[in-house]
């Protein structure tokens, strides 16, 4: 299946976590990375940057570093163009969905993937995707 991999996904894999959330989160990773093939977009990484900083106090410099690492190898960065705007303007007026969601979206309708790995409901307001999540309980990082 084709998957877009949302930022919450990679701030949980770039933040400190107890123990047992850690392994969750990692488990949920490699099954996506071993099963299926994934996406993301420039504003998913934009987001995973300046979240990880803002709410967790994780550098910058070590959020990039995360990123070229463990996750541009492994997950193809779609372009976002006039289309997905185009298309993320209906989904906004349509949905109530924000911005970036929209823009996510758009994103995943117009590359044609399946599904979106993501801790946010408001995905499952627009019905045609597959939101992907862990299994078993609700992660929660710690500020570093």
């Known amino acids: 299946m084709k998957v877009f991999i949302d930022s919450s996904l990679l701030i949980y894999l770039n933040v400190r976590m107890p123990d047992r959330e850690t392994q969750l989160v990692e488990e949920f990773w490699l099954d996506l990375l071993l099963n299926h093939l994934l996406y993301t977009n420039i504003l998913a990484l934009d987001e995973t940057i300046y979240v990880s900083k803002r709410k967790y106090g994780v ?14 190898p492994y997950v193809e960065v779609l372009p976002i163009g006039l289309n997905e705007y185009l298309r993320a303007r209906e989904l906004m007026r349509r949905y109530g969905l924000k911005p970036s969601d929209s823009i996510h979206v758009a994103t995943i309708e117009i590359h044609g993937l399946q599904a979106v790995a993501s801790e946010d409901e408001d995905f499952d307001r627009v019905g045609s995707n597959i939101r992907l999540w862990l299994l078993y309980c609700c992660v929660s990082p710690r500020k570093v």
């Open 59 to 72: 550098g910058y410099g070590e959020t990039i570093e995360f990123i070229d690492r463990a996750v541009l």
